[in-house]
Structures are given as C-alpha cells and as structure tokens.
C-alpha cells in the first residue's frame, strides 16, 4: 500500500483520484502533479513502482502544504481572526456562518441540530 505524506493510499483506486484522499490536494492538483511526473492518470495505485511513488513524494514535499501543517495553517488563521476580534472572527466564535449566508431557516450544519417540540402548551396562568 503506498504511502504519501502519512497517508495510505487505496491500492484499487486510479492514482489521480488516490492523490485526493491527501488533505490539501483536490483533483485539479492532483491532475497538475501527475503532469508533472508525466504519470498516466488511469494508471492503479497498486501498479506504481517505488521510483514514481518518490518522485510524487518529492514533488508533494517541495511545492505544497499538506496535513498536519495545511491544518495547523488554517487554525491558526482562524485563531488570529478571533484574537482581532474581526466580523469573522466573532462569526467562527459564536459557531454562525461567516460568508453572509441566512441563518433563520438554513445553516444546519454550522448552528448544530434543534430539536423542535410540538405541541408543547405553557403552564396556564393562575
């Protein structure tokens, strides 16, 4: 099973698509780095030989951030946007979308999921 970047790659999957399950590289990425190596991109992961897999390592390793440190990056963006206290910043605080999306009906994902009661009646008054 070959491994970039501290990811295992699945051996049964085409290499440009295998390239994705790497956090920070998509496919057009992908795509541009199998350019590079002049790597077929139908080929299997399971079918590289080991000089094509350092050469694709290498390339990872030298042009772009991945994992650990493309995550560190983007917290600690994050982190620098609550500590000035920007509209973002107060946005990512308070767990509200920061683009300009509607909250009233949408935003699931980021309010987190309410339960609705129905028909609760209040207590009558004495």
């Known amino acids: 099973?070959?491994?970039i970047?501290?990811?295992?790659?699945?051996?049964?999957?085409?290499?440009?698509?295998?390239?994705?399950?790497?956090?920070?590289?998509?496919?057009?990425?992908?795509?541009?780095?199998?350019?590079?190596?002049?790597?077929n991109k139908e080929i299997?992961?399971?079918?590289?030989?080991d000089e094509q897999l350092n050469y694709i390592r290498q390339i990872i390793t030298d042009k772009?951030?991945?994992e650990g440190d493309l995550r560190r990056l983007e917290s600690s963006n994050i982190r620098r946007l609550m500590e000035i206290n920007c509209y973002r910043g107060k946005r990512h605080k308070i767990g509200l979308p920061m683009r300009g999306q509607r909250?009233?009906?949408?935003?699931?994902?980021?309010r987190g999921n309410k339960k609705t009661i129905a028909g609760k009646k209040k207590a009558p008054r004495k």
Do not use: F, H
Not at 27 to 34: E, G, K
């Open 1 to 3: 099973m070959p491994r």
């Open 103 to 110: 909250t009233r009906t949408n935003a699931r994902t980021r």
């Open 5 to 39: 970047a501290g990811i295992d790659l699945p051996q049964n999957k085409t290499i440009n698509i295998a390239l994705t399950y790497i956090y920070g590289i998509g496919l057009t990425r992908s795509n541009v780095i199998l350019d590079i190596v002049n790597l």
């Open 64 to 66: 772009y951030e991945v």
């Open 44 to 49: 299997k992961c399971k079918d590289l030989n």
